[in-house]
């Protein structure tokens, strides 16, 4: 086992958990993703690389960079240097389907991947893993396909380049394409079931589709697994991904090193936390945490109003007097995620401390900055028809 490996085992009772599963905090401000760098032994996103960014692509950096959403990565120097060298990469994220509708929380990684598509001008691919939800959940190989087309309609909505963006689920996909398949069989043996019992927490009853999961979500990190997007060509890749998933990409940087491939650099998302509190994040099995993406106004509305945990005074006097507390403050939070302005943001920040803004006008303003977004969202969703859907699906060249 490397290191990176060892350190990811030895998690102490009082830690935040994060991993594929399950991810909760011990603190009522949320998780600690400053230790958690540290437990996974990536890298902080400072300001140092972030004007870096700005410098190699000419742009502003994105407000989830500049207000640490995303924060923290593996190598994306290297990317930066590709990029700068007038090199092509590609974006690989992914998704695992759900029959539930999406929420504002599963749209965070896939409104940055946009961005990215966009500043770069690079190919994307977008794995939607079918299969793992067989092999985790009660669910039959029939509906599972289905939950993924809906899925794909959800974040084609995001508005991703038709044209340099090719989407797949696994179940249909890896019959099609032997080299994937191929691949998947090369990181297959480089891996130990101690390893993958190391990284993942797979125990004897697990069934043995979980052992094997791991090299599916690791294949499409290779340029390789496409040739009939790439000719063959090795390119590296960029995973942008909420931080729980980076045991997979671990994994896959271990055996790129001794496949002679490329490793994947990575850029690693904080979660939305639950309306109820930073403790948890939102999660689609409970309607009240989330935010559902076709939720209406009023659900939004009413959800903000009587479920999102305040960093308010319990009197009003107490407000004006001690002000609000803004490390716990759910529609605080949401505006961080959500409201573009950083002069506003701040301006919102000092009031709210101050006491100057009570909790409810706090949640007006978390109210009407997500609605308009869920709005023309859905306007977008509505647009999305199977025809559209099938040439996302289309095995075909990308621009490289
Ligand atoms: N396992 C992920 C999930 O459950 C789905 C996924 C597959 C993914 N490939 C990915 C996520 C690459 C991020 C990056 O949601």
Same mark, same amino acid.
Request: glycine share 6%; net charge negative.
């Given at each position: ?7 990811? =085992? ?22 600690? /993703? ?18 870096? @960014? ?16 995303? @924060?923290?990565?593996?190598? +994306? ?57 067989? +092999? ?48 998947? =069989? ?61 045991? /997979? ?85 949401? =505006?961080? @995620? ?20 009570? *909790? ?24 999305? *028809? ?15």
């Amino acid at each position: 086992m490397t290191e990176e490996q060892i350190s990811a =085992l030895s998690v102490d009772e009082e830690e935040d958990v994060v991993d594929p599963w399950n991810v909760t905090g011990k603190s009522e401000a949320g998780i600690d /993703y400053d230790k958690l760098i540290k437990r996974f032994g990536s890298q902080k996103i400072d300001d140092e690389l972030i004007a870096r @960014f700005e410098k190699v692509t000419g742009k502003k950096a994105h407000h989830f960079l500049r207000r640490g959403i995303f @924060f923290s990565h593996r190598d +994306l120097h290297n990317i930066l240097n590709v990029h700068e060298a007038g090199k092509k990469f590609y974006l690989y994220t992914g998704r695992g389907p759900s029959s539930d509708s999406m929420h504002i929380g599963h749209m965070i990684p896939f409104m940055f991947t946009k961005w990215l598509q966009e500043v770069f001008d690079v190919p994307l691919i977008i794995q939607l893993t079918d299969d793992e939800k067989i +092999l985790w959940r009660d669910i039959k190989v029939e509906d599972a396909r289905k939950m993924a087309y809906n899925n794909a309609k959800d974040i084609i909505a995001v508005g991703f380049d038709t044209a340099n963006t090719f989407i797949f689920n696994d179940l249909d996909f890896i019959g099609q394409c032997p080299e994937f398949y191929q691949n998947m =069989l090369r990181i297959q043996k480089c891996v130990t079931f101690n390893q993958v019992k190391g990284i993942f927490g797979f125990g004897d009853s697990d069934v043995i589709g979980k052992i094997t999961f791991p090299s599916i979500e690791a294949a499409p990190a290779f340029s390789t697994s496409f040739p009939f997007i790439f000719d063959n060509k090795v390119l590296p890749c960029l995973v942008p991904c909420a931080i729980d998933q980076d045991p /997979y990409f671990r994994m896959t940087r271990d055996v790129a090193a001794r496949l002679k491939m490329p490793k994947p650099s990575l850029l690693h998302a904080s979660f939305l936390p639950a309306l109820q509190g930073a403790q948890n994040k939102m999660s689609a099995s409970d309607p009240n945490a989330s935010i559902f993406l076709n939720d209406t106004p009023k659900q939004i509305k009413n959800k903000i109003n009587k479920y999102a945990f305040s960093g308010g005074q319990a009197t009003v006097e107490e407000h004006r007097l001690k002000g609000g507390n803004t490390d716990v403050d759910i529609s605080y939070k949401y =505006l961080t @995620f959500f409201l573009e302005d950083d002069d506003k943001l701040a301006e919102i920040k000092k009031q709210y401390e101050s006491g100057e803004l009570l *909790t409810g006008e706090l949640k007006k303003i978390a109210i009407d900055t997500i609605t308009p977004i869920i709005q023309d969202y859905q306007a977008r969703r509505a647009k999305v *028809t199977d025809e559209l859907m099938k040439e996302f699906f289309k095995l075909r060249k990308l621009n490289i």
